[in-house]
């Protein structure tokens, strides 16, 4: 990322963020790595979350600076299939969201986002000294086929989350089905491979996409933009994230 393109407040979180990510590559070589028992793993390196970030920030779908956010109106993000919470973490240490909670499938993977968390806030915090919030985000074992939107909306998520490369298609459908269903989420981010095949996962049919899927009276949504170019940990390949929203009004023409 070019430093001269970033904002003040910008420039201030990828400094913090520099410091995390060399934590966590400790963590990774302490045995942190996210694997577990059921699913494929894998997560976007903290340089491409950032890039992401910045452009959640830009097109106003998160907060560009929380500290002047009204104490309990900042974002809650959700993310379906949340492994070890890494994402979740880093945007709950750099206070870009007010709560974080994730739904994952593998019980190894649960309890191993309690020890990452635990460890990294401790390096972060007592050996490094860095400026972060101390809060956890809470990831929870379930299995996206039995996640009830309802329990969803429990939560009044903001933004969902998720990385779904690799997740089986009745999951990647429900994360669209609890997308639609829970009011309070306006936009969802979905990190995967191609187009056609990410969207037709998550809302069925490309082309009833682009005419925008019906939402409830005069809700519906939208592929609102796609951010390409976003590389995972340990892996040369790069995904792209698929940024939906819900708008307003009748779907064009
Ligand atoms: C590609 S990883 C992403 C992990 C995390 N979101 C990140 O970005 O670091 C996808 C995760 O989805 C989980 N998963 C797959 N199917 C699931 C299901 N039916 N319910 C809940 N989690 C599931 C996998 O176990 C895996 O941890």
């Known amino acids: ?26 963590a990774r070589n302490e045995g942190f790595s996210g694997e577990g028992i059921e699913g494929l793993y894998g997560t976007i390196g903290f340089n491409g979350q950032m890039v992401l ?48 909670v994730g739904f994952e499938l593998d019980a190894f993977k649960v309890t191993g986002a309690a020890t990452y968390t635990e460890w990294m806030l401790h390096e972060a915090v007592h050996e490094r000294g860095l400026p972060v919030r101390r809060e956890a985000p809470r990831v929870l074992q379930r299995d996206l086929l039995q996640l009830s939107p309802a329990e969803v909306a ?42 056609r095949n ?6 069925g049919d490309p082309e009833e996409e682009q005419q925008g899927e019906q939402q409830g009276p005069g809700e519906r949504v939208v592929l609102h933009r796609t951010l390409r170019g976003l590389k995972p940990v340990g892996n ?17 023409r």
């Open 236 to 252: 040369n390949g790069t995904y792209t994230a698929y940024i939906f929203r819900k708008e307003e009004g009748e779907p064009r």
């Open 53 to 100: 970030t910045f452009n959640l920030m830009r097109h106003g779908d998160l907060p560009s600076n929380m500290l002047r956010r009204k104490p309990g109106h900042g974002p809650v993000v959700v993310d379906f299939g949340a492994g070890i919470g890494r994402p979740l973490l880093l945007w709950t240490m750099l206070n870009i969201v007010e709560r974080a």
């Open 1 to 26: 990322m070019c430093a001269a393109m970033l904002s003040r407040n910008e420039e201030a979180l990828m400094s913090i963020m520099k410091v995390i990510k060399n934590v966590d590559r400790i």
């Open 198 to 203: 990410a969207v037709r996962a998550l809302f």
């Open 154 to 195: 429990a939560h009044r998520p903001t933004l969902g989350y998720s990385f779904c490369a690799g997740v089986s298609p009745k999951p990647k459908r429900r994360i669209g089905d609890i997308f639609r269903a829970v009011e309070s989420m306006r936009v969802l981010v979905v990190v995967d491979y191609g187009k």
